[in-house]
């Protein structure tokens, strides 16, 4: 992935990648899941590499060399570490991660706007590396580590970021605030002096009507301890 | 100026004239007037008694007009917030709506047996009557059907709710529709000609929202086209044009913008016996409320709506809608509650977008720049609805001799239009405010001086002295087209208009409570404009108790009355009803704790979070240890709004936007690097957030200008880009510099005198400041939106002309 995590595009406000396109850690085999939509229907996934399955769930089969096991598609209890704490649900294969969050887990902090990878109000990030939740199968996140907008204040403390958010006012509606803030605090973790040309590449995905962009910007550069300056002099 | 106001709101002005009371005992109070810095005086003001002293301009108070945290940021930045699409209740149901798939078409049956069937699926519906749809005058030209004419592809033909989202996909899919297909029109200009397809067989009006939008009643219609609506003031036009020394005329063509507020239309219905609840994304719980009590025959009483957070409206969420009766019918034959979000496809498609437009200007003027005439003529479409008239600022911005408008809605097979901030308002000033820049350079007037003769709006006089002094005005070459290379750079200005709005629907509720805690209720709600803040920083001021500290609990119909919030009525209209009830409960308050102290209410004082004694009676002590002497738990005064103290000194609102832009003549892109812009909406209570909204709007204008277009398919009647990929809003790296200037404004006719700025901020001058930068840039004129590519090529006469074509 390119520093800005999820933005591998270099022009554009481009729209983010899926997981299983984007990082090597994905579990699918991409032409296996194809193969598998195509023989039953897009309720099932086929899924080879087994750590992330419970056994009971899976039905076996062997292709070739490769261990293949078919889910679904009725549901199938996936483990996700969601902000550190494991949680097992059941999911039906087809379950995005954004969907297992809000409506199995009941984490609503994380926004569906789009649910088609075109604004990063749902971002969430995998190991620190952010991510469209909408466009991530909960049972291709595996062992990786989902961060939420609820995990980013400690023990009730806002983050130093969500602080910035607060002070600059870089917020109206708020609907795409979680994934502001998801999408800036991974560019702190990756970047943490960025310029404003930094921060406008970390969140040129996310969309916010309100149109609150330059308050974003203000509030990143401040909680990076960096002085803002003129996007353009 | 108050005397030709936009028509399309004039109902809020005729209910709030219609409710207000019996004359009260009024005294005379000086106060203050103008423009700090500039024309800031004193005048007198006939209020009533009741009234709570006169509040000071903001830099002697300690709360009000200082820029304060948002009330419930907190929330919002840690994911905390409850918006409708998170309500989650036990048993709940996912709604899902069945559209159609064709744009104008009879339904002859729909077959939904098998999705009842489906495992999981706990209702099924036929819509039976759609909400949105302009109605025929006649409805006897259309036979009588069970199922309403489908008029868009993505009208609601039927639902499910069923036990999951998914489930509730699936299940949708397997209702069976048979339309008879008719033919149909998706263009403005095809829908004009004689031979076109009819989108309606007679004469048919839409009604109107509190958000303004809905066009007039009863006009002519020939074919698709229901106008003209027409407006004369002043003089006679042909003599205004025969005393005009100079004429500019041109065509300006807007097009279709969709609102796309990130949290789609959608509510959560829980229909149990005697109590409809619904949480809904709403600018108005009132107005849901009782738009279900009337499509349901319920008593208000057996209705609640509950909105305590909610993602952006712009203008388009009013009512229950289609979305709010589905989903409660559903709820009621399920016998649980139900959520039911549109999807991103359905909320481009069926609940709301800013008609387009099609508009010449004609405008004479002396030498000396006075304004002898405009003729207006527009047409747009607000697809089955009506409302795009966009006569408001060649009505409302300058002073002329004669003004002829003529607006005409057109219509075609696309969904219904709605309010969308400052209706008609960017279309038109696109027009107007080139126009104006066309006559200050035929009339060798630089742009400010030029309005200064024909304005005559005190503060945007005083916002134009501030753009003058500005480095980026500075920085403007006056000859248009002077850069040598293929880039060339311009500076553009253009003004704004909007008017004072006020809901008498407006009242409050104040509590003291004996801890010292304070609180304040309303029904009304926060659409991210941050009322819940400056309600908070006008009871601390009452009690010196910082803002944070005050519980505010609004967006609740079982709190009072709130205003619909559409048109930028909700600051104007709410807040002096807040500070009254705030210093109403103040009274009781001090009536309450003053036998402890061993005198009376009237020697009491809060100043500073203390309560004092002006006669030194006994020792300041804070507010909440006084608190403790309380005798009841609790005091509390409702107050309601009382009509502003005096109407004949109204102005209008507005602003003024200065755009720098880089044209690249080669490629054809446009870049933004600076705005500046300076507004006004009367007292600030809040300027961090009234930044916020001021960056909002200038932003969602530049988008709206360069980028945003719905574009229906002539072939099909299918939006190709219902989506976020392909229909473009502006995002990070459109972003300019953008520097706000508030200008402070005083207009004596409330408690707080506070107005609002949503329609003003911005998105009105934009287009047209954009226009007149591109102008100073290139010497072309840009009479098209969106400035795409192809259409700066083609107003530079480097390719053919693309999109509408005459
Ligand atoms: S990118 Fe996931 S909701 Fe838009
Ligand atoms: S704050 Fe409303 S969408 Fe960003």
Redesign the pocket.
Known sequence: MADSGQFTGDGESSATTSVSEGTAKSNISRRGFLRGAGITAASTALIDGVQLLHREAAAETIKGNAHVRELGPGPVPVTLNVNGTEHVVQIEPRTTLADALRTHLGMTGTKV?CDHGACS?CTVTLDKVPVNSCMTLAIEVGSRRIGTIEGIAQNGQLHPLQVAFVKHD????????PG?VMSCSALLERNPKPTLADVKKAVSG???????YPKVFAATLEAAGVAPEKSIS | MATHLDTALDPLVQAAAAAAPAKPEKHTVMMPIGVPGYTLRTEAREVPVSEPPVLAVNSELEFIGKPTERWDAHY?VSGQAKYTADIQLPGMLYGRFLNASVPHAKVLSVDVSAAEKYPGVKSVLVIERVLGNAELRDPKLETPSRYPIVRYAGQPIAAVAATSAHIADEAVKLIMVTYEEMPFVTDQLSARKTDSPQVYPGAADQAGSAGGGGGPHGVPQTGNVHGPSINKKGGDIEQGFKDADVIVEGRYVTQVQTHS???THGVVADWKPGMLTVWASTQGTGSVREEFAQYFKLPKTQVRVITEYM??GFGAKFGAGNPGVVAAQLSQKAGAPVRLMLDRKEEHLSVGNRPDADQIIRIGAKKDGTLTAIQLESFGTAGCGTGAGCAGPATNMYKYAALHTAENDVFTNGGPAAAFRAPGHPQGAFALEQAIDELAIKLAIEPLDLRDRIDENSVRRVERQVVRESALWKSRNPVAGADSGPVKRGVGMAQSVWYRFISMNSSAEVLVHRDGSLEVRSAVQDL?TGIKTVLAQILAEEYGVPPAKIAVRIGDTNYPVGPDSGGSVTTASLTPAVRDAAWQAKKKFLAEIAPAYGTTADDLQIVKGEVRSKSGKMQPVSFQRAAGKMKVDSVSAQARRIPDYDRSKYETYGGVSVVEVNVDTETGRILIPRVLAVHDCGRPMNPTQVISQIN?GTIQGISYTLYEQRHLDPNTGLMVNPNLEQYKIAGSRDIPELQVHLVESYIGQSSTDASGIGEAAGIVAVGAAIGNAFFNATGYRMRRMPMVPSEVLAALGKVPQGGLKA
């Not at chain 1, 870089?170 to 605030?177: E, I």
């Open positions: 706007v109000g870089a917020m109206q509606c708020g609907f795409c605030t502001m996310n969309l916010c009507r309100c149109a609150t | 919002k507020a990130l949290e993602g952006g991210g909002g």
